[in-house]
């Protein structure tokens, strides 16, 4: 299989449903979003570098995000449905949101409680999770709009946001990188 099909060539693209729209379709920016996030989420990862190699908790994480959000990518490209239900692999459930739930509380309780904004910023790997958590925030504004979206994948993506911010966080302090107040 090669990796060029010019069939977007002329500027449009193929849902998952044949439906062929426009590569500025408000879905296909959607879900372009998510990709970057996900690209973000790769980097983040290789920033660690060996600071999570004792217990690979935050690298794991996003490893299982990115699984989640190649689902979530799926999904919003197949507005009638079409594989929702033969793909399991595609479903982002509410024990998705659960589990991303778990994982903040479980951070929040090695960190300081916040007092005051916090600028971004600290170390490699927290610096991209702050760029992650910004690029997240503008996938869920991009989703907001799309009819036929599936309410849990708003919310997982919403969680996720809070998730990065609370990972930066903890990243920052088991690399020794102050936070800075605003």
């Known amino acids: 299989m090669k990796i060029y099909t010019r069939t977007g060539d002329s500027g449009d693209t193929g849902l998952f449903d044949g439906t062929r729209v426009s590569k500025s379709d408000p879905r296909v920016s959607a879900y372009g979003d998510v990709d970057e996030l996900n690209a973000w989420l790769g980097l983040a990862r290789a920033s660690f570098g060996d600071s999570d190699a004792a217990d690979g908790t935050l690298a794991g994480m996003l490893a299982q995000i990115q699984h989640d959000l190649f689902a979530l990518g799926s999904r919003l490209a197949d507005p009638s449905h079409r594989i929702a239900d033969r793909v399991t692999r595609a479903a982002i459930t509410q024990d998705d949101i659960v589990r991303l739930e778990h994982w903040i509380d479980e951070l929040e309780k090695e960190l300081p409680p916040l007092r005051r904004f916090i600028l971004p910023g600290g170390s490699s790997a927290g610096a991209a999770l702050h760029v992650a958590r910004t690029v997240c925030r503008?996938?869920?504004?991009?989703?907001?709009?799309?009819?036929?979206?599936?309410?849990?994948?708003?919310?997982?993506?919403?969680?996720?946001?809070?998730?990065?911010?609370?990972?930066?966080?903890?990243?920052?302090?088991?690399h020794g990188s102050p936070e800075v107040e605003w």
């Open 138 to 174: 503008r996938a869920e504004r991009a989703m907001v709009g799309l009819a036929s979206l599936d309410p849990e994948l708003l919310v997982y993506v919403n969680r996720v946001s809070d998730l990065l911010f609370v990972m930066a966080r903890a990243a920052n302090q088991r």
